[in-house]
């Protein structure tokens, strides 16, 4: 990786972005964590997910406590370089609730539409 | 849709939660929005997926100008309530660029990792 690669993202006022973390074979969407420029270098070089923690103020590489390591498996920036979407090979549960997803356990029952 | 649904987002500063909006069938991350409130009360409620455009500062009913519609087929709210996942129904190109997805054309080629 080269260093570009990070200089490329636009980051918001924290210095963050949204990364989109999605299971690489099935395409289920896992959860949503936020990357620093820092973070996003060592997902994109260490073959494991690192969020910035907005609660904690820290560095949390995914799995470490809880074993639920995220391997990384692809990375792409949308087209106005604000978002991240890493594709990954989730261990267990995604979410910190054991859901398989933070996705899981609210939905919202929207009105569906037809074409 | 009882209020009590959009009261319990998490909202950020600026009063807005990302919501990421993904293929309802095939499940490929199309793109990432921005919804407030009444964005995501229209969502819910229209069948059709309305955003709060940052830049333009307006409300967005994807597909108004470009015909690319995104027809609602789900929504999910995350497990500390501060990120949306929609599924839909996409017409046409989901990004603004042509391309199917948002993140099409931007391949970070990271270091991959093994379980």
């Given at each position: 990786m080269s260093a570009d690669v990070v200089d490329r993202v636009t980051w918001n006022a924290d210095g963050l972005a949204p990364a989109i973390i999605q299971q690489f074979d099935s395409h289920e969407v896992l959860m949503l964590g936020w990357m620093d420029a820092e973070a996003l270098r060592r997902t994109l070089t260490e073959g494991r997910v690192t969020f910035w923690s907005r609660s904690r103020q820290e560095y949390w590489r995914k799995g470490d406590t809880s074993g639920h390591v995220q391997y990384v498996k692809g990375a792409r920036l949308d087209c106005d370089g604000d978002t991240l979407l890493i594709a990954v090979d989730q261990?267990?549960?995604?979410?910190?609730?054991?859901?398989?997803?933070?996705?899981?356990?609210?939905?919202?029952a929207p009105t569906v539409g037809e074409r």
């Open positions: 261990v267990g549960a995604a979410c910190h609730t054991g859901d398989h997803t933070c996705f899981d356990a609210d939905d919202l």
